[in-house]
């Protein structure tokens, strides 16, 4: 299947899921309730009962927005360089970026649910997805891109064919 379609659908998920959020009631307590002991000072209040009138509107608006990311990116790569070994390497960074945020909001969401949550590294697993997992879900595109950059997204080929073609326009300005 051609990635444009997919782009538009993927578009048109977030469009809904975006209308659907806007539609909805707000939360009580959406913009924070006043801190017991410090004026001036909101602090959050229940996060589960914050997003229960939205569900889980946002897991899916952010696997939207991956998939997006990632079909942009895949559109990036020339359709005659996207060989098996191209699409098993951007089908594994896609997923470890799908892997990434369904830890996240898996863990987020078992806190909300338990009250409790584990400490790694100082911080609350959560936390932790967030901080460590959210920019090495999309690194491993970058890495695909710099390992990868010759052979996928400017091939030899492709720079010479462009060489040519500037110095026959030059040539045809009389620009030598």
């Known amino acids: ?5 997919i782009v538009f659908s993927l578009l048109l998920v977030i469009a809904g899921i975006t209308l659907y959020i806007l ?4 939360p009580m307590n959406a913009a924070g309730m006043a801190h017991e002991s410090l004026a001036g ?30 079909s942009l990116l895949y559109m990036g790569v020339p359709e005659r360089r996207r060989d098996r070994l191209f699409r098993i390497l951007f089908a594994g960074a896609t997923g470890y970026a799908l892997f990434v945020w369904v830890s996240l909001f898996s863990s987020y969401q078992a806190y909300h649910e ?19 997992g959210v920019w090495s879900g999309f690194v491993v595109f970058d890495l695909l891109y710099v390992f990868a ?13 462009f ?8 040539a045809e300005r009389g620009d030598v």
């Open 1 to 5: 299947m051609k990635p444009i379609p």
């Open 23 to 26: 539609m909805s009631e707000p």
């Open 41 to 70: 000072i909101k602090i959050g209040g229940d996060g589960a009962a914050r997003l229960a009138t939205i569900g889980k509107a946002p897991f899916y608006f952010q696997i939207a927005v991956i998939l997006l990311a990632a």
């Open 114 to 132: 338990t009250g409790v949550t584990d400490i790694v590294f100082g911080f609350p697993v959560p936390t932790n997805w967030f901080l460590w």
């Open 149 to 161: 950059f010759r052979r996928y997204f400017l091939h030899p080929d492709d720079e010479q064919a």
């Open 163 to 170: 060489h040519d073609l500037v110095a026959e326009m030059k």
